[in-house]
């Protein structure tokens, strides 16, 4: 079946064979876990097993004899796709470790809880346009296809590549190996395996469907996303590329393998996305033109990139992965997460279940969990243990500042679970991860708020005194009580909201008075942060900024467009904090950046003074 085209295409031999890459949009679309492991293949065969198990991300819509219709309208909340409006599956082979035991038996465990993204890309100046996957599209790729490895000499614009990558305290710190294949290596420690897979972009306007599910794909005659498509194949897709994140990667006394025993990866990809919205995301997204930025732009055209795009709705109800037990109930009765022997071969094995579903809902499955409600932070008050032991430790997952505890929280179902040097996020994050009961104690407390030794704060009977799940602060961000504990400050700001973690109870238990979160308040004269010391004397000021490094994008700047750029980082600060002025915010917000800029160099009890000072002149 082909699908018709829409504009007519002259250009097929004047496609760019090197294209500025400052013109290539890249969106991210970043996966915190897998929708199931089977051995299921929607594409290649509808009627029995695979040749292997697959891990699937995406709908949990995977049994074989799965339609497009049956993905694109999945309900997101049984999905693990991070937004709302893209519903495409996609599967590779699973990955397992792999053990000798001494009795001489080998034991294969699946690899579970992988980190994926999918990233498109695209470049609106190159011939023929690239054009949205149509309906009913699907594809299947090889790392062996003609042309997929051609551009794999150029580590930074490789399109299938393998890292392994170990962080250190500062993303300066971070190094990493590189392969330009896919592999798993031997005798390797990785804190970050990962494994980039790019497929065709070449396309003779069929679906997939008719054929070998692969010939109407192939890649373009240099091997780049933008480069020359032959004559057989005049039109262009998008380049999608899924990578998949082993966490914490160990060969060094065991092996791993992918499912099929296969030096040779493929991918498959079954189009699911709302009818005209990539399309109408690849129109208009803007890119960042600023620099050369390689086969790596910024991400563009989802909810939190710079420009605040707004083509997406984010999934808040992101599904987990179904149950090996409602696979095995309701898929193929075989055991794929830990067994002695693989289960390999098309066909063979238990015989497939027929498909006993239509559109998944909460009796579909018995142990899938899906979240009823959006989870940005544990939904009753923590306790902490006697000792205050109970608390979120500093936390920048994979050393990015915005992967904090707050982070965790969002998704704590699928994030809890993470290991980062050596720890579980859970360990990190006890709060916010609803463990204080199994934590352990961190060695360094970051909560300004002082607990009692004898006894934790109650909550009065009746639950008066109770936190709320989550409110809104002042930049309209989601904000958690764990959050606010974090700073005398927050509380003193957001300390309604958070009458248990900030210990502002009307009610306390006798054993132990809850001391105040503000510290003793030296006198005003002792803090060297630039407050007013007269009315006269703005509150609101701009500091010199140079964001990424140029000096035309200081705050004026910034003022230009503040709806878009007040929110961008710089040095690990939204550019809120650099222009508070340009961006608007009230007098007593610019007291609170004011004394965040005090605690890089004073103590907290200094700068809690300086706030208390700077906020009696609003």
Known sequence: MKFPIVTTVFFVAMAKETTAQNTMVKMCLNYDNESGHARSDPIINQNCASGHVHTFYGPQNFHPNTSYEDIRDTNPRYSSSPYRENQSLYWHPSIYEVVGNSDGSTTYTRVNNLDSSTYYRWDNTVSPLAEAFPPEFRMIAHSNDPRADEHAANRDNMPIRTECCNFGDTIEDETCEFWDRVVLPDNRRCDDLGIGFAFPTCWNGELGIDNDHKDHVVYALNGRFDGPCPASHPRRLPEAQIFIRINGYDSTDKSYMFSDNSDVFHADFFNGWQEGKLQEIMDNCQLDDSEDFGYNPPCACTPDDQFDSRFLTENNRVASAVCDVDVRELIIDEATDVTNT???????????????????????????????????????????????????????????????????????????????????????????????????????????????????VAAPTGGDCADSRSFKDNKGKTRNCSWAAKKAKRCQLYGQHCPVSCGTCQTTPTQAPVPSPTAPVPSPTQAPVSSPTSPSEPVCYDRTLAYRNSNKKNCSWVAKNSRKRCD?????????????????????????????????????????????????SC
């Open 568 to 616: 961008l980082e710089w040095e690990e600060k939204p550019l809120w904090e650099w222009c508070p002025s340009a961006c608007g915010l009230e007098c007593r917000e610019c007291c609170e950046v004011t004394a965040w800029e005090c605690e890089e160099t004073q103590s907290e009890a200094v700068c809690n003074a300086a706030f208390e000072t700077c906020t009696q």
């Open 342 to 456: 693989l289960p390999m071969g098309s066909c063979q094995g238990p015989p497939l279940k027929p498909k006993s579903w239509t559109d998944i809902d909460n009796n579909t499955f018995d142990c899938a969990q899906t979240p009823t409600a959006p989870i940005p932070a544990p939904t009753a008050p923590v306790t902490p243990p006697t000792g205050g032991g109970c608390v979120d430790q500093p936390l920048a997952f994979k050393n990015k500042s915005k992967q904090n505890c707050d982070w965790v929280a969002q998704k704590a179902q699928q994030r809890c679970s993470k290991n980062w040097k050596g720890k579980r996020l859970s360990e990190y994050c006890p709060v916010a991860c609803g463990t204080c009961d199994d934590a352990p104690a961190p060695t360094q407390p970051v909560s300004p708020v002082a607990t009692p030794t004898a006894a934790p």
